[in-house]
């Protein structure tokens, strides 16, 4: 299973065992208007519900197939999740996944799994909410990530899950920008995941030749609708969702720009995420990394290997509005400049983990190395950036970085969908945590996306000192 490091991506963006049941047993609800049934722990429960429903309430020991998500998210939250959540919590964010239902008036049996004690009377309120029992489940398994656990732990239906691999495999459909998903309701932007006046979705970055550029999407535009429709109360990647598609078919964004409001139509195209981009500028060697996609690694190589055989002193290493991928082709890159040591240590309840370099050093300990980046740099990039800063291998220019510092893990699930899970948070090997705050450039200058390569070698050269 790959570690997945990565921020939201608009261009795109496991194994299960049994719950921990009520005992395995099975209750039958009859909810009425008042109705009293008694758990499996022989407490009587009283709830009022809108219509008059046959529901089953089932543990995890067995399960019915149509419900079995449930148990699934349940048991892979308590296995793996970096925090401890208690069930009652966990229980309540199932119930508030359920309450973004339409609400339902439907009379056909519904079964509901409660995978703790606290999940009965969530699972009466899946009675009025939820057409049937597989459109009950997804909700609780939705409410789970998104209500329960950080920002960065998602529901991945089927579709969405075939989203992110074309994402990871580096060619997708859509319209070619990247996104990030921030609430600043607090005075500092943390990381957020459904949408609403305070948690607003963003452009970080435009890839080039694709339709987002042709269209003048910028970095900062907030994203407020999509084909007409306001995107508050949908999670980033329903949004990311809806606005992939078909190359050749249109949508229509309406866009905040510094107060503005516009509408851009966008005809949507093959995208391909070019993972490197490489030249030589005189004696100085520029490689940019765009993401930690699974062969991005190779071909990083490849790029520093061409620009070493050139003859070049210096590299600049460009890792601006990189917003991450795969920790294990972030363990590769850094090796390409370190012989020894760790990359990066990842912190659990359980464990403390270090991750040693590859020992395949490609560039000579006489280059400088110079390391650029923006507040667009997330995650794996981060990681890159703040092992070569702290082994002092690299001079880092630039802004201050995205800040995220979790390292997620997908799960399959029964139904085709996934669970990405923060499964720990990560440090540098001297133990420095940079969540929230990002890496501080050892020398801190704005570097514009967008400037010529020769302006930007030249510049982050003279910042570093080179």
């Known amino acids: 299973m790959s570690r997945t490091l990565s921020a939201t991506v608009l261009v795109a963006l496991l194994a299960l065992s049994a719950c921990v049941g009520v005992d395995g047993a099975e209750t039958t609800v009859a909810s009425a208007p008042t109705t009293t049934y008694t758990s499996s722990e022989g407490d009587p429960t009283t709830t009022a519900a809108a219509v008059a429903r046959e529901m089953r309430v089932v543990g995890c020991d067995p399960v019915d197939p149509d419900v079995e ?70 909700a609780m398994v939705w409410g789970l990530t998104t209500y329960g656990l950080d920002a960065n732990s998602v529901y991945f239906d089927p579709e969405a899950v075939h989203l992110v691999d074309e994402e990871q495999n580096g060619q997708v459909q859509g319209i070619g920008a990247m996104v990030t998903a921030t609430d600043t309701s607090s005075g500092e932007p943390v990381l957020c995941s459904v949408i609403s006046e305070t948690c607003r979705m963003s452009i970080v970055a435009t890839i080039a030749g694709t339709p987002a550029e042709a269209a003048g999407l910028q970095r900062d535009d907030i994203i407020v609708a999509v084909d007409g429709e306001d995107i508050q109360g949908q999670t980033v990647d329903e949004v990311t969702a809806i606005v992939r598609g078909p190359a ?91 012989q020894d040591g760790d990359v990066v240590t990842t912190e659990s309840p359980e464990s403390t983990t270090s991750y040693p370099v590859s020992g395949n050093p490609i560039v000579p300990q006489d280059v400088e190395v110079v390391v650029v980046v923006n507040r667009g740099s997330a995650s794996a990039s981060e990681v890159v950036a703040a092992v070569l800063q702290e082994r ?41 945590d940079f969540g929230e705050v990002g890496v501080t450039p050892d020398v801190v200058t704005p570097l514009e996306i967008g400037l010529p390569v020769e302006i930007l070698v030249r510049d982050a050269l003279a910042a570093a000192g080179g």
């Open 69 to 138: 998500i449930v148990c699934e998210a349940f048991d892979l939250i308590r296995r793996n999740y970096v925090d401890q959540i208690s069930d009652e919590a966990l229980a309540d964010a199932a119930a508030d996944g359920l309450r973004d239902l339409d609400g339902s008036e439907a009379t056909s049996e519904l079964i509901c799994a409660a995978p703790a004690v606290t999940f009965h009377e969530t699972c009466e309120l899946a009675a009025t909410q939820a057409e049937n029992s597989v459109e009950a489940a997804e």
């Open 248 to 338: 050749g078919t249109d949508v229509r964004l309406k866009v905040d720009r510094a107060g503005s409001l516009f509408d851009v139509a966008i005809t949507r195209a093959e995208v391909t995420i070019p993972a490197v981009v490489s030249e030589v500028v005189g004696d100085a060697g520029y490689v940019a990394l765009n993401v930690f996609t699974d062969n991005a690694d190779e071909q990083f190589s490849d790029a520093l290997e061409a620009v070493l055989d050139a003859g070049v002193s210096s590299l600049v290493i460009d890792l601006r509005d990189n917003p991450g991928g795969l920790l294990d082709t972030a363990i590769e890159v850094a090796s390409a400049f370190l």
């Open 392 to 432: 002092g291998r690299a001079t880092v220019v630039g802004e201050n970085t995205f800040g995220k510092n979790t390292v997620q893990q997908r799960f399959g699930l029964s139904n085709g969908g996934a669970l990405k899970l923060t499964i720990a948070r990560w440090l540098t090997p001297g133990g420095h």
